[in-house]
T-cell receptor, first 111, second 112 residues
Framework: KQEVTQIPAALSVPEGENLVLNCSFT??????LQWFRQDPGKGLTSLLL?????REQTSGRLNASLDKSSGRSTLYIAASQPGDSATYLC??????????FGTGTRLTIIP | NAGVTQTPKFQVLKTGQSMTLQCAQD?????MSWYRQDPGMGLRLIHY???????DQGEVPNGYNVSRSTTEDFPLRLLSAAPSQTSVYFC???????????FGQGTRLTVV
């Protein structure tokens, strides 16, 4: 069964720190992986899409890496800001019709 | 830039009632899908469509119907609502299957 795990479930860091969010998955045969943020009571906002042939993808202060062989992806956030507070979800596509979601990491940036 | 639009945002139903959750996208995407989000669980796929006139079941399809008569619209019908269908429902679209997905703002449904 294809499963996605995000640890920790919650994380609090002071403003300005760099941080890493982790995502692990059980099937290394992924097609691509998408990172989303979800604000309370809101929809999912796409942050980055990283293809299976890529090792990294960057957008502004965000950098996503992908290591298929170890079944891991990380989302690096540089110089964190209070506006970064949200739940972050990773969702690999294992080459089928759906995204498989983790349960997310709830991030709080402390001013 | 509307993107993916879902209506309504909130809904309360009584057990046994039926309703339709609306989803529309203005990006000319071929692939559309419905997910539900429940506490402590990742989003799960209900139904999906790879183009107008084509739909298929996801991992939790029971109690739901879909149709895709146009590229833009992909409504989700609850035939006879049950308390187990209390959830937040998200519609998503992408240019093709396995490409970047864009999500709507969600519909929070409570069945009493």
């Amino acid at each position: 069964k294809q499963e996605v795990t995000q640890i920790p479930a919650a994380l609090s860091v002071p403003e300005g720190e760099n941080l890493v969010l982790n995502c692990s998955f059980t099937d290394s045969a992924i097609y691509n992986l998408q990172w989303f943020r979800q604000d309370p009571g809101k929809g999912l906002t796409s942050l980055l899409l990283i293809q299976s042939s890529q090792r990294e993808q960057t957008s502004g202060r965000l950098n996503a890496s992908l290591d298929k062989s170890s079944g891991r992806s990380t989302l690096y956030i540089a110089a964190s800001q209070p506006g970064d507070s949200a739940t972050y979800l990773c969702a690999p596509n294992f080459g089928n019709e759906k995204l498989t979601f983790g349960t997310g990491t709830r991030l709080t940036i402390i001013p | 830039n509307a993107g993916v639009t879902q209506t309504p945002k909130f809904q309360v139903l009584k057990t046994g009632q039926s309703m339709t959750l609306q989803c529309a996208q203005d990006m000319n995407h071929e692939y559309m899908s419905w997910y539900r989000q429940d506490p402590g669980m990742g989003l799960r796929l209900i139904h999906y469509s790879v183009g107008a006139g084509i739909t298929d079941q996801g991992e939790v399809p029971n109690g739901y119907n879909v149709s895709r008569s146009t590229t833009e619209d992909f409504p989700l019908r609850l035939l006879s609502a049950a308390p187990s269908q209390t959830s937040v429902y998200f519609c998503a679209s992408s240019p093709q299957k396995k490409t970047e997905a864009f999500f709507g703002q969600g519909t929070r449904l409570t069945v009493v």
